[in-house]
């Protein structure tokens, strides 16, 4: 999104950012060009899906978070923040090298209505980072950790850490 990705660089700018290296890409299971559509009213979010096809439509390069580490030539990966509107599980599958390789921390908002537009559930991500050897929890209001019954999933924020060997 190019506002939203001029807006990141000028705050990263503002605030003397060194660390730090941003990219104007979506992260999903394929290579290849999206649309995004951009809500014309301040939502907080856009959305990659073929059922969400109001607002602005712009188009733009998705890799595989894979690829992209590789491309990178990344050595370590310690963690991930993902807030991306039901593109969660296109997200995990195209990083399975990546979620093997290096057991990054996960931070990701997970919303059943945005995981329904990409044909799968909320529990589909718990399952997929379950099997991958993840114990999740959920994020409150309040910045607790609640550990997670799988068959009542709430809304919103999760923190998911690699198991102990």
């Known amino acids: 999104m190019p ?4 807006e990141l660089e ?3 700018a503002l605030n003397s950012c060194e660390n730090l290296e941003l990219f104007c890409k979506a992260i999903g299971n394929s290579v290849e060009s999206i649309d ?3 809500p014309q009213i301040a939502l907080g979010s856009g959305a990659a899906s073929q059922f969400l096809d109001t607002g602005e439509k712009i188009q733009v390069p998705m890799t595989r978070l894979d690829d992209f580490v590789d491309d990178k030539g990344l050595t370590r990966v ?3 923040k993902a807030d991306i509107e039901g593109g969660e599980l296109a997200l ?3 990083g399975e090298q ?3 390789k290096f057991h990054p921390t996960i931070l990701i908002e997970i919303v059943d209505i945005h995981c329904q537009r ?3 559930s909320p529990e589909d991500v718990y399952n997929c980072l379950v099997g991958k050897g993840y114990t999740g929890r959920h994020i409150t209001a309040q910045g607790e950790l609640v550990d997670l019954d799988p068959r009542h999933l709430p809304n919103g924020n999760f923190l ?3 198991q102990s060997s």
Do not use: C, K, M, W
Not at 3 to 6: G, H, N, S, V
């Open 118 to 120: 990409f044909g799968h």
């Open 3 to 6: 506002a939203t990705f001029q």
């Open 78 to 80: 310690d963690f991930i």
């Open 160 to 162: 998911f850490e690699p």
């Open 10 to 12: 000028s705050n990263a």
């Open 92 to 94: 995990l599958r195209g």
């Open 98 to 100: 990546l979620l093997t």
């Open 36 to 38: 995004i559509y951009v």
